[in-house]
């Protein structure tokens, strides 16, 4: 029986996971690198991965909270790095998490015992203070993340290691604009991170370039009612919406919104032709374009000595400085050959957890994956389903099926032509988490949750679906979580409500109560759609067990 449980790494699904383990009665020990929690975001200047100075969350505070513990209401819906770091030491002094933790202790090797095949148990090697260990853990958790290595394809742009004079580094390096002060820079790639860095630098450099390949939709973080815009989309009527009706008319409709703030065709930023929908959040992008800041040109041919060269081939000479915003390949050095073979692509993994080919299923990935909401929810029902796993309180299924479900999902991914480009495949934020919800046995039942709580059910449906939801009845039910369900608009309000204001009519409320009266009618309009539409003119695309992006809210280089 698994009792002893190794967690590697204490950012935010390694706190989860420390958690998940108490709840379930087993013994966490959980490995740190560093001499501190946090992770990735844990700022630092040098030395490791960390997010960059100025870095603002682009998930909500209520989409992204761990599922039990809400952030307090006068927290920002938006927050720094600095915010969201004091929410994970909160989090973890409530439960009592930072006595399971050892600090500055690098995991060298996590191997397979000779008996593994019948007690499913690891030899794992650490080092503190150049003292080297070995223990023997019942099961693993890995929540190092997919930030582990920056990607940097030097190979890609001729000409930028032998003949360009200027500087050249990738985003991780990037801390902040003083050391760009008056430069000519080119930012490749246009994901989350290339589109904050080339805004920010645009405020000091003499002239921003921004390179993209493809191309990219942009949306801000606020709603056209001022709320957060993740609050107001990521709900279940909405994705019972994209479900029923057809797949050619809902990408129309959320292009079609996209363009609403600003046509990206002027702005040089429309996607080419692609089964995937490339987002980014950025508040400030357009208007940056606008003013002619930043400058959005298309993939760079060649570099000479001072110049970049484009695939329209045009020009930009005398650049300074060329920042690589390409993202990162995840990477665990640690795991013995035949497991990190297995573990070269997340879509080998099943549920994006568990390598199938093990002979026990004691090995669990955590984080290893993107979703169309918070990665940190994705990564905490990961782990209470873990958990569940290694107690034997869930069964998964034959190795066969195992096997054969990643299978079906990788033949998938090659006849879409997304075998190469897995790390901008987003999966449906909704469709994931039930998927995982169920397996743990905490989906929210909305017939029975009616037929008890018709006040609660119109939230769930309506409403944002925040981590809490997963919390209303099952395993690791949370007496709060109703509580924190039907307040969440008011979390959302309170910090934004910082000045006093008189007001009667209370708009805000007739709205609220137009929009619950108003949604059943548009429902019912859409299956009537989805119903008598000929399928010629909507050809639904499907991609088997891979929901591809409806929407996309977290960093892509973070």
Request: hydrophobic share 40%; net charge positive; aromatic share 12%.
């Amino acid at each position: 029986m698994v009792q002893r449980v190794a967690i590697i790494g204490a950012g935010s699904s390694g706190l989860a996971s420390i958690k998940c383990c108490l709840d379930e009665g087993l013994e966490p020990t959980c490995f740190e690198q560093s001499h501190d929690i946090g992770g990735l975001w844990r700022f630092t200047e040098v030395g490791r991965i960390s997010v960059y100075r100025s870095v603002i969350t682009n998930t909500s505070k209520e989409m992204m909270c761990f599922s039990d513990f809400p952030f307090p209401e006068d927290f920002p819906n938006y927050m720094t790095h600095s915010r969201l770091l004091e929410y994970f030491r909160m989090y973890a002094e409530h439960f009592s998490l930072l006595r399971y933790i050892r600090f500055k202790t690098t995991v060298h090797s996590v191997r397979k015992r000779p008996d593994f095949s019948t007690t499913g148990q690891w030899d794992v090697v650490t080092e503190t203070d150049e003292t080297v260990e070995s223990a023997i853990f019942d099961a693993v958790m890995v929540c190092s993340g997919h930030y582990a290595e920056p990607h940097l394809p030097l190979d890609s742009f001729p000409g930028i290691e032998n003949r360009f004079r200027g500087q050249y580094l990738h985003s991780w390096e990037y801390k902040d604009s003083a050391s760009f002060q008056g430069k000519r820079v080119l930012v490749l790639g246009v994901g989350n991170s290339g589109g904050d860095i080339a805004v920010e630098i645009s405020r000091v450099a003499a002239q921003v370039f921004l390179s993209t390949r493809s191309g990219t939709w942009v949306i801000s973080r606020i709603s056209d009612h001022g709320f957060p815009l993740d609050m107001m989309l990521t709900t279940r009527f909405n994705n019972c919406l994209e479900n029923f009706l057809p797949s050619a008319l809902m990408r129309w409709l959320r292009l079609k919104k996209f363009n609403t703030w600003f046509d990206h065709a002027n702005y040089g930023l429309i996607p080419q032709k692609s089964t995937n929908l490339s987002l980014i959040v950025n508040d400030e992008l357009p208007s940056c374009i606008l003013c002619g800041a930043v400058v959005v040109k298309p993939n760079v041919k060649e570099f000479t000595e001072s110049s970049a060269v484009f695939e329209d081939e045009t020009v930009e000479e005398n650049i300074d400085v060329v920042v690589f915003a390409t993202g990162y390949n995840f990477s665990f050095p640690f795991l013995e050959e035949s497991v990190r073979n297995i573990c070269r692509s997340k879509y080998a993994l099943y549920k994006y957890i568990f390598p199938p080919p093990l002979e026990k299923p004691t090995l669990a990935v955590l984080g290893l994956i993107q979703l169309t909401g918070s990665i940190m929810a994705g990564a905490e029902l990961q782990a209470r389903w873990a958990t569940r796993v290694f107690k034997g309180l869930n069964q998964l299924p034959p190795a066969n099926r195992l096997m054969a479900e990643v299978a079906k999902k990788q033949q998938h991914l090659i006849k879409q032509g997304l075998s190469n480009k897995e790390n901008k495949i987003k999966m449906s934020y909704i469709g994931y988490m039930d998927e995982i919800a169920s397996c743990v046995g905490v989906k929210p039942n909305m017939l029975l949750l009616f037929l008890k709580d018709p006040k609660l059910t119109l939230e769930v449906f309506f409403g944002p679906c925040t981590p809490c939801q997963y919390r209303l009845a099952g395993p690791g039910k949370w007496v709060g979580a109703r509580n924190a369900i039907l307040t969440q608009w008011h979390r959302a309000l309170k910090p934004l409500r910082t000045r006093v204001i008189d007001d009667s009519s209370n708009h805000s409320s007739v709205f609220h109560w137009l929009t619950i009266l108003g949604l059943p009618t548009l429902l019912c309009a859409g299956l009537l759609i989805c119903k008598y539409s000929p399928q010629m003119w909507f050809p639904r695309v499907r991609l088997g067990a891979i929901p591809i992006c409806k929407m996309g809210f977290m960093k892509g280089g973070m």
